[in-house]
Each structure stands twice: as C-alpha cells, then as structure tokens.
C-alpha cells in the first residue's frame, strides 16, 4: 500500500511548534498511508546549529540531513527556507494552520493523494511549485469575505487554485509573484469542498451582493468551474461573477462552462504582443492574438454582463499608440462597460508606478462614454470592514518582519483581505515594506 512519510515539529509530541519547522527542539516522523491509517514512528531532537541570519543555508542543510528519510516537511509559517526546499530539493513543504499533531494527521488523510503525487513528481526529479495548505475544513480554506467592494456590492470570494497560480505573473500583481504559472486546467482543488464550503458561507455570512471566482491566482485554470456555477445556481439566485485574465477563453469548454455565470470580467492591459509580455509576462503558449480571438469570440456566445478591466502601468502600457491599439479592440469587442484601473497596490514588482489621477482622466476620454476609472485612491475604501482587521496585522507586524502570507496564515484570513487592510495601513505610515531575497515583508511605520 502506498505511503509517506511526513515530519513536523514538535517540544511535546501533541501540539505542532507554532512558528517555523527549524525552530522545534524535537522532529516527531509519522507515517501516513493512503488507507488512511498513520502512525508515529520515532522523534528526534532537533540538532541543527542556531541561525546565524535568516534562511541560513547551513541550517537548512542540517535539518535536511536529520529528516532525510522524510518526504513531507510540514510547518506552520512559511520561511524562506521552505521556499528553498521546495525549489531546490526533494523535499515537498507542507502548511498548516492546525494546532495539533492529532487533528493534522487527521486532516492529511483526506490530502494524501495531492501529496502522493507531489512526492512522486519530486523522486522523478520535477520541482512543483505548490505548497498546500492544510486547514479544517470548518475554516472555509476555499472561501472570504463577504468583502466590500466598489463594483460588486458585498463580494463573497471564491478561490479556485492553490496560492499562487496563473497563466500569466503580472508586474503589477498584488498577490506578489506567480509561483506555479500553468495553462493546464485541472482541479486544483476539490469542487466537492468547495461547494460545500460556498453553502456554508451562504447560510452563515450575512449580506452577499456577488459570489465571486477571483482568489490566489487565475479561477478559469480549475476544470470544475462550469460545474460549480451550475451547482451554485441550484441552491441561490445571489449572482455569479467570473474576475479572469482572459488568456484561456480561446478554449471552448471554458467558454461553454462561462455561460452560466451572471458577470465575467476579464482584463487587457496590451495592445501589443510585446506589451502583454512586458505587462503580464504570460505562459510561453499564450500569445495575444489568441488571446483577443477568444475574447472576441466570447462576447458572441455570452448573454450575460461583460466588463472589462484595462489596467494601466507608467510607462508600460500607458503610451498613446498602446492606448490606441487597446481601443481599437474594445470597440470590436464592445463590453458593457470598461474598467480603468492602475496599481494601487503593492504590486509584485518595484517598477510597476501608478498612473496619476489626471494621466488616467485623459486615457479615459480615449475609451469613450462606456469608461469608468475603478481605481481606488485614498480615501475612498472600506474602513470599517478594514477596521475589524488592523489591530491583528499591526500585532504581528510589531514582533518581526512578516509577508503578505505570514499575516494571512497566522490570521486565518485570505490574502486578498490582508492585502486591502495592508494598503490602508501604508498609507497612513502605520506599516511599511522592504523587499529580501525577492520577497516583500512588512514592518512597522515610522
Ligand atoms: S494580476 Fe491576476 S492575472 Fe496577473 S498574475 Fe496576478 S492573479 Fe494572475
């Protein structure tokens, strides 16, 4: 029968150590198998040498060497460390939010064949890029909010795809880099879980406007999309609507699957092929005019509501001749509405600047009548949901430097959320970021 063989971190052999797998002073080794059945096969101490600066390479090779029989790490906060690991070993990291040894091991069981085939990929030498995360199913892993927002009323997030996957890894994202970039569809993550978590959520979290695919990457990559609003829409008349990039729609199955849904929102932020790769630095296998055709041939089959979000980078895409060549595909594909939108947001790259407020106005007349400028400058966002979330994000940004999915996980909040408080927060001068080893942490204000 097959198995694995995991290791956490532990001081008594009952709760998982709660911050970093490398600072337990014991290794607890399970087994698990895929009957479901595991047991403890030994501890043993932690023997690694002190960090002598973060992500220590030494320490890691210590701790490599004490679990080397192991094929899963699991820990509670991701460090660099087990970025490193997962891009450069065959050691497959594993997150958790989960308190206890008893109740993980429990909940891996329902994970063991995602984490069989991970280990599997690993020996034949692939390195994917996942790290799941493993949560109760009580906690909605799959679900946010209601969130507020401008366009959609009060949004209940849905997220399709483990963070962060996507067919393109855009300059501007706020999630930060694409870490698993992919054109396959698949799913990603159970559609039974999902939609018994979206009825959950229904019954329980007050006022929703929209429920929304949007999340940690690209929602039209998980292959039971079309399944999931079919299913939605038996149990509610709330609306569905769909945020994608669009890179996908030149796929019929996808567009089929779409029809169902009230609202899409696809985006374009190129006129140009060498734009789109310098803006979205899309999967080797897209290329633009695939891209508009799909679109194009979208908007034909689709009766519902089709907005389209451009959004606008300095210097990038903001050029008249860009501008121009993005106009004249809004006017063959002729949405309900046009979304202007620039980077109000952390973005994944340092060089992504917003457009000003004018630059944006004047590119507006360009669309015509049917434009609206959706970006949200100061002033004019969600405080009193945010206000609920401050005090714990300012906690944790007080006692060490964390990122983006530090606070999300030790919060239990999705990144998305963190993501609008975070930005309130850096405006008032109350945190600020500065970027190691190409991750963005935050730290707190002057
Ligand atoms: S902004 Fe959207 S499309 Fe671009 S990388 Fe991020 S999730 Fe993907």
Redesign the pocket.
Known sequence: MRRIRIALGSEDGINICPTHLGMADRFYIYELWENGDYKLVEWRLNSSPQEKRHADPEKRRAITEILKDCEIFVGRKLSPNFIKLRDNTQFQPVLTEIETISDLMDELRNFFPRLFDLVERRRRGARPKEIPQVSKPLTLSHIYGPVPSRRLGFSLGVDLVPY?T?????I????GG?TERTVERREWVPQGEVLSQIREALATRGRIDYITFSGS??PTLHSGLGWLIREIKKVTDIPVAVLT?GSLLFREDLREELLAADLVVP?LDAGTQKTLERV?RPHPSLNLKGIIQGLLQFRREFKGRLWLEVMLVEGINDTEEEVGEMVKIVGKLKPDKVHLNTVVRPPSEGYAHPLSAPALQRIKASFGPGCEIIAGFKGEREEPYLQDMEGGILELVRRRPVTLSDIAHSLGLHENEVIKCLQVLEERGMVKTHWFEGERYYKPGV
């Open positions: 962060k996507c067919s393109f890894d855009c501007y994202c706020q999630l694409t990457g690209e990039n985006s979205n």
